[in-house]
């Protein structure tokens, strides 16, 4: 099961921010989840709100500021404590840190159909530049969006992003043609992941904390896990795999009868 960082390192630095990536990818992270807005002079920037006030202590939407501008924010307000000043970076710093990542889900938020038109452009065009097809998903809770994001190039993959039962979620991402589903960890039932996967859809919930959670949705055959604290969570999967090849011959004999009858308390 793949791990993604969520907005970075939420729980572990302050959220999409260049020091919460710097500090995942340290540790070994290269999935990350990030949010997307549109700056005023038209570029990609790494926030979750259309505002710049929970995050930076300014006043203001993010469309009334240049990239230059938001870069130069203190982003650090309401996260996790942090030593020195961070700003809003955009998607083409990041990419350019650190290029050899693994897989990102971009998440755009809702906007205007105008602005959102802009970003989809922008997006596509830099997945297009950087022969990002396979390692980047475009994710959303807009329908509309991702329709257009389907239109201007059908290699690039797309996600819908769902807390809702209801429409059924499986059924509208397939209706999208989309390559991911993002689910509400707690809606996530082994029919959805079951159903998905006939589909030839990806499943990743968000945003999971708890490692009793992990398992039980691993458990249901989830593909990929959203956590705010995504160092912690794969050193303890990395534990148990240490683990598990470490164990006596005896004990690896006992686990395999315990697999074998019941597969699931086997994890």
Sequence with gaps: ????????????????????????????????????????????????????????GQEGSVSSYTAEELAAMDARRN???????????SLELLLNEYPDFEHLQLEVKKDSRQRLNIL???????????????????TSTDHWF???ARRRDRKVRIGLVSDRRFPKPVSAAARLHCDFLCIGWRICTQTIVDDAHRRGIHVSTWTVNRIH???????????????????????????????ALHLPTGQHNKADTAESENPVQAI
């Design 79 to 89: 996260g996790k404590p942090w030593p020195r000043p961070v700003g809003i970076p």
């Design 1 to 56: 099961m793949i791990v993604y960082g969520h907005r970075g390192a939420k729980g572990e630095a302050p959220e999409n921010t260049l020091a919460g990536f710097t500090h995942a990818y340290r540790h070994g992270i290269r999935h990350f989840e990030l949010d997307l807005v549109l700056s005023k002079d038209g570029k990609p920037v790494i926030v979750h709100d259309l505002t710049v006030d929970r995050t930076t």
């Design 146 to 148: 991702l329709r257009q």
């Design 120 to 138: 989809c452009n922008r997006l596509t065009e830099v997945i297009q530049r950087r022969d990002l097809y396979n390692r980047i998903a475009i």
């Design 213 to 243: 959670d992990m398992l039980e949705l691993e458990a249901k055959g989830v593909d990929s896990i959203i956590t705010d604290y995504p160092t912690s969570t794969r050193m303890f999967f990395d534990n148990r795999s240490n683990a």
